[in-house]
């Protein structure tokens, strides 16, 4: 309870969302199902639900970042139940999800869509009472867009993730000062001067390689979009093919959201030494399945496994998952950066509430209001105060027919 508090004093916008809660209570009568990193920045949104009426279930979206006591802390708060253990098998990982899935969700909230993908699926009965969701990441949209566009996704879902409010911040500043502090606490190595591989200059990516490159790494990128490559390549990054990086990187981390970024193919060009990290999705960027047929010897130490390929010693970090949670000392986002994000998430979760119902099956993104009041409540607890648009820039700004 003491992290959660710690994690609560910075993070004022959700503080505040929390008091009008208390006063509302929005979600009175609501049963909200979450699968989310259960640790205490996510502990504090799910006491703000809870403060607003809900009842909330709660398991992981990642075997390796919960944190028990947080998990246990949970349990204590009013309203609210937790199934999340750490370092569960596959087995008990669903059996969990299946156990929120019980408590007969109104609303889901989601990292990564498996709550979602379990409803309609192995839980079709389910669906007539769920009235809409919300999903926090990148790779749960993408899958959420092609469920809608096979027309399989049967409520309502907020995109949390692709609103400018999350995007520009959590995946940009979050996972890329997060990653590099857990690779860094986890490997005890110096950044400064290493050669450094980004996979994906995505939001993730272009987070990262920036950062990294602020401590002193040497940094490239490695792309699939040519738009992406040139935007790497202009913000002053080497830009190379895999295959080419794969011979002189000393530290990668893929943020691609795909799968078998680094593979067969690259394996046996690294260097001996190389660091292998993935801050993209789950456990599917670095093909470990491949490496442990491939690899003659292996050795474990906390967060980190040894490979040996004909003789070089390639090393990986937290199994490949998510470098910044999953790491022995991974805390995950920084405070701030989830006070935005999920400050967002309660707000969507209050329209989902309200709004739903009226909604059509599909992916939406937030809505513009709730972004900017996010903005500016983060804003306003900063002290910061900016310009207002004057009457006569509202309707220069809206006329098509002045000013050319
Ligand atoms: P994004 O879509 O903006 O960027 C992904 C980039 O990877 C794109 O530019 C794409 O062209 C590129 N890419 C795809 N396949 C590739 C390949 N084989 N080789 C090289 N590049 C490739 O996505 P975003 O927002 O950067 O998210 C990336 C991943 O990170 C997602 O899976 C997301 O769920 C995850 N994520 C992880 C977080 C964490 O805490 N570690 C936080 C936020 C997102």
């Given at each position: 309870m003491r992290k959660i508090n710690w994690a609560g004093q910075y993070m004022p916008v959700l503080r505040a969302i929390e008091r009008r809660f208390v006063q509302e209570r929005p979600l009175e009568g609501e049963r909200i199902a979450m699968a989310l990193h259960v640790e205490a920045k996510t502990a504090n949104l799910v006491r703000t639900l809870a403060a607003g009426g809900a009842t909330v279930e709660i398991t992981g979206c990642n075997p390796l970042s919960t944190q028990d006591d947080v998990a246990r802390a949970l349990d204590t708060v009013g309203g609210v139940r937790c199934y999340a253990r750490h370092a569960c098998s596959v087995q008990e990982y669903y059996a969990a999800i299946d156990r929120v899935l019980d408590s007969h969700p109104s609303i889901t909230i989601d990292d990564g869509m498996d709550l979602i993908h379990r409803l309609h699926t192995a839980r079709r009965e389910l669906l007539p009472g769920v009235i809409g969701g919300c999903e926090e990441t990148t790779t749960g949209i993408h899958r959420l867009r092609a469920m809608a566009a096979q027309g399989r996704l049967e409520f309502p879902v907020i995109a949390v993730n692709d609103t400018p409010m999350k995007r520009s911040f959590d995946n940009v500043h979050g996972t890329g000062e997060s990653a590099l502090a857990s690779l860094m606490i986890t490997t005890n190595l110096l950044v400064a001067g290493k050669r450094l591989v980004v996979a994906g200059y995505g939001f993730c990516g272009r987070g990262l390689a920036r950062k990294a490159r602020g401590m002193g790494a040497r940094v490239c990128v490695t792309e699939v979009d040519p738009r992406r490559a040139l935007e790497a390549y202009m913000d002053g990054f080497d830009v190379m093919p895999m295959e080419e990086a794969a011979r002189i990187g000393e530290i990668f981390v893929t943020t691609t959201g795909n799968t078998k970024v680094i593979d067969e193919r690259h394996f046996g060009l690294l260097r001996d030494g190389a660091i292998l990290s993935n801050a993209g999705h789950f456990n599917v960027e670095i093909d470990l399945e491949r490496l442990h047929e491939m690899a003659g010897a292996i050795e474990q130490r906390d967060g980190i496994e040894t490979f040996i390929l004909d003789g070089r010693r390639i090393h990986v970090l937290a199994?490949?998952?998510?470098v910044n949670l999953a790491t022995p000392k991974g805390m995950g986002h920084p405070i701030e950066v989830m006070d935005l994000s999920f400050s967002l998430q309660a707000l969507s979760a209050e329209y989902i509430a309200k709004e739903g119902r009226d909604l059509p099956a599909g992916v939406y993104d937030v809505p513009a209001w709730i972004d900017e009041t996010v903005a500016r409540e983060k804003l306003a607890s900063l002290g910061i105060e900016i310009d207002a648009l004057t009457g006569e820039q509202s309707r220069y700004m809206s006329a098509w027919d002045v000013g050319t």
């Open positions: 199994e490949g998952r998510l």
